[in-house]
């Protein structure tokens, strides 16, 4: 059983930071992990994607400068740092994972986890 599991959302000022974490158990092999956000009343949007085998990355050009993901150092998981935070980035951050990589925001990947709740405040 797939099972991805989100931590270190939380409430921020505008300005500030926070970080993400992502874990992912029950894969025999990802090397696509990211993160997408859903604000209230949006549609998910993509954020940010990362090769585990090559360490390329991809960012959506509303976080790109801001934003940065990066492999953790256990396999299969997966951390994104946010800085600069805007009120508009207040929404609810969701990892996944699949097999393949795509370098781009049309990634679509299989596995999502339940998604971690980042506000910032202005």
């Known amino acids: 059983q797939v099972q991805l599991v989100e931590s270190g959302g939380g409430l921020v000022q505008a300005g500030g930071s926070l970080r993400l974490s992502c874990a992912a158990s029950?894969?025999?092999?990802?090397?696509?992990m990211g993160w997408f956000r859903q604000a209230p009343g949006k549609e998910r949007e993509f954020v940010s994607v990362?090769?585990?085998?090559?360490?390329?990355?991809y960012h959506a050009d509303s976080v790109k400068g801001r934003f940065t993901i990066s492999r953790g150092n256990a396999k299969n998981t997966v951390n994104l740092q946010m800085d600069s935070l805007k009120p508009e980035d207040t929404a609810v951050y969701y990892c996944?994972?699949?097999?393949?990589?795509?370098?781009?925001?049309?990634?679509?990947?299989?596995?999502w986890g339940l998604g971690t709740q980042v506000t910032v405040s202005s």
């Open positions: 996944a994972a699949d097999t393949l990589f795509t370098y781009g925001s049309n990634w679509s990947p299989n596995y």
């Open positions: 029950g894969l025999t092999f990802s090397d696509a």
């Open positions: 990362i090769s585990w085998t090559s360490g390329r990355a």
